[in-house]
């Protein structure tokens, strides 16, 4: 059982360092010069920040790929030097890292960890520093630990598979990033904050039956005004009623589909409404 | 059937002249649309001023003008208006670069002030030749002269930080170095402004990487909260009623606009990898609604208890790389919301001085 557990420790520190890097290099990569951090960098002078962060980035990958280099092929019943030093040093890693974070939550409260990059925004709270602590505990307890094998029976495989799991689990629950994970992949933006062209606002106009009605008293092809309050656009034209000079109001809902289109039109001289103008049930912007 | 093509490329620009009257029209339009017409003091005061224009509403604390002659008891001023006199509340306060008495001003100041009761001809407050320039620094000489980038929209400014203002400066901005944000007040002077007060505290990341905003679920919060700032007028009308508001639709606003010329002269190549264009930064640290020019919000001071409906005016991006607080009265809610006109601001009840108040944001209806 003790054997099982420890065993688990190397792929799942691995994973978590490379997992860690990965996150650097992608955040990396959408603000390459970013130096004004609200992660533990920023607890540097500014021309250290990127140093830091590059050493960091190093360290990481440094220990992931020696602790899976050196999980197989060194030692024979004891593991060779350079598996302790990999595991040795993925131990410090995460001891300096409680550190830090512990250093970070007082000096810089609104910080996040930047553990997984932007994922990582979160303030640091107790389970942040505690997630560090126990990575640190899981490096300990590979040292001294042979050269990886596969399970030799079903029973122990499930063992296996029954502590990764419960491992997994208590990482995810000492980890924000986890929440902010599930809310991107749900998330769904307002649509007063969704940019939505004018040509798809004019496709879905068009297609209204609104339209249909009024279109036969616009009097000039291009519109008069379009603009945008929220999750409405409004569209003008300029008509005629009844020999009447008139302004043909159209205002399209921005939802993707069947948008909500209402019309209205009024006396481009005295403002009067002459036809239908909407009810307030679906006023909202 | 009307093609996409007829569609010309719309370009919201309230010193546009042909533009005011359309822009006004536009909540009387939303109001009959929507069947809003009853219900809302919105669109109330866009039918009082159908044809007066969105940049033409009336100020009822507010006066700008030229000073023509100034007593201890008396300020006569050129307005829009013409000549018009106004006693002095004995209580009456001056700023010029900072407090002073009335009677110190000078003829020929370009001044704002503020009336002590709505429409009441008596004055409380005068600010004489205040500047603001707000943005992002792009080059640094010694000793501290600062090229300023305010946007697309308002271009280059030249800030002058004197010995005697710097310390007081670099406590709240203490890195005056390119990349970084700047935002201070002082005395307008020929083609540069002489830095004086600093007018919030300097965000610690570099201009082009505000936070991001978090993210919202259903409808974005209505009213919203942050700070109110304001701004210069540039090509606006003095008086103007209005904000920059953060967050025009850009796809039928001049959030694009080339970037204006600049104010000085030199070779700007050099500083280029310093601008930041604030529509290529993301939301900022608020996530607004997209609106236009021509949309009406009700923006309240928190600080003064005062609310106005005020139309938007202008593209007030900048603000989005401010991801800052005003601490004016009590710390509000993180991001600048609306970029005011120095009328609007002390209309609100704002001290120009101070330049900043805690705001809330009515958007819908």
Redesign the interface.
Known sequence: MLTAIREVQIPLLAAMLLGACAAKIWRALRAPADTGRTDPAGLFPAHLQRPIMILVFAAELGLGLGLIGTALKFGGTRPALPATIARTGTALFFLIAVAVLNETRQRRPASGCGCFGELSGTPIGLRTIARPGLLCASAVATLGLPPLRMPSSSAEAELWLAVLAFELALLAFLSPELGEIMVRLGYSEPCELRRVPVGRTMTALQASSPWRKYAGQISAAPPSDVWREGCWRFVVYPGRERGRQVDIIFAVYLQSRRPVVRAAVLDADTDEVLGPAGTRESAVI | ??H?A???R?C?DVTDSASPA?FA??S???A??????D?SDFSVIA?GN?DAGAAERPLIYTVTGRILDVSPHIVVLLTEHGEQRFPLAASAEAWRGGPVPPAALRQGDHVVIRRRLPGAPVIDRIWAEIGRVTGTIIERDEPPGLLVDEGPAKGRRIVLIGPQATGRIQVRFP?LEPGYLIDVIGLKQDGYLQALIPATSQ????A??P??AP??????PDPASGTAVWHEPGEEPENLLGLAYPAL????SCERAAAATSACSGDLHAVEEYAVDPHATG?GCV?L???????LVRLRNDCAERARVVPVTSCGATARLFCDRCVTCGTSRKGRIADLTMAAFVELGGALEVGCFNATMM???
Request: proline content about 11%; aromatic content about 6%.
């Open positions: 059937m009307r996409l007829d569609i010309p719309w919201d359309r029209r536009r009387l339009l939303k009959a649309v929507l069947g809003l017409r219900e039918a159908g890195r965000p610690p990341y570099r082009g990487h936070p991001v993210m919202v679920s259903g409808h974005v639709d850009p796809e039928t939301s996530r609604p997209y609106l236009s020019v021509g949309s958007i819908g209806s």
